[in-house]
T-cell receptor, first 116, second 109 residues
């Protein structure tokens, strides 16, 4: 079955460490996204990529980095510069129709990152 | 970017219709309205989307007003498993979806 896979489901990080969250999709979607969700809040966009080898900053990109070397993969690195990284991280992908209209997003099941 | 306004929370009796309203008064003519829901600690799930006409699928119906400034998601026969946060979303200027805080729907027995 096609889908989008995030790993790990839970991740613990010591202060000062960089960690990388994995996101893989086999839906042949062009666009991929990373969101952050804090308790009781909506989703905030960190980075997105509409094509391989290209990505753009979202609303809260500081302290994060991404790469898009393959269409299927969009890993997110939470760097030590991110001062409050404890949150639920969601990856999504989407396909654009020829008219340029997105058909909505498919989300992964998320990674819960905790700084210890 | 167009924004949406939703009530913070709503209750619904099991078996009854749940009607979730959304205001999107600044929506542009070619922007779709999307509805997603998120059950606790899971990724959001796509429900339905529409542009001008009312839409229906196996999960829900979407009613969009003629002026497109508001819409209503209808779950015709709510069950306990429909308890979730429901997001009404329009696209941002860069084509990405902008999520607000949504409506927390509690379906009660």
């Amino acid at each position: 079955d096609g889908g989008i896979t995030q790993s790990p489901k839970y991740l613990f990080r010591k202060e000062g460490q960089n960690v990388t969250l994995s996101c893989e999709q086999n839906l042949n979607h062009d666009a991929m996204y990373w969101y952050r969700q804090d308790p009781g809040q909506g989703l905030r966009l960190i980075y997105y990529s509409q094509i391989v080898n290209d990505f753009q900053k979202g609303d809260i990109a500081e302290g994060y980095s991404v790469s898009r070397e393959k269409k299927e993969s969009f890993p997110l690195t939470v760097t030590s510069a991110q001062k409050n990284p404890t949150a639920f991280y969601l990856c999504a992908s989407s396909i654009d129709l020829p008219q340029g209209i997105s058909y909505g997003y498919t989300f992964g099941s998320g990674t819960r990152l905790t700084v210890v | 970017d167009a924004k949406t306004t939703q009530p913070t929370s709503m209750d619904c009796a099991e078996g009854r219709a749940a009607n979730l309203p959304c205001n999107h008064s600044t929506i542009s003519g070619n922007e779709y309205v999307y509805w997603y829901r998120q059950i606790h600690s899971q990724g959001p799930q796509y429900i339905i989307h529409g542009l001008k006409n009312n839409e229906t699928n196996e999960m829900a119906s979407l009613i969009i007003t003629e002026d497109r400034k508001s819409s209503t998601l209808i779950l015709p026969h709510a069950t306990l498993r429909d308890t979730a946060v429901y997001y009404c979303i329009v696209e941002g200027s860069q084509g990405n979806l902008i999520f607000g805080k949504g409506t927390k729907l509690s379906v009660k027995p």
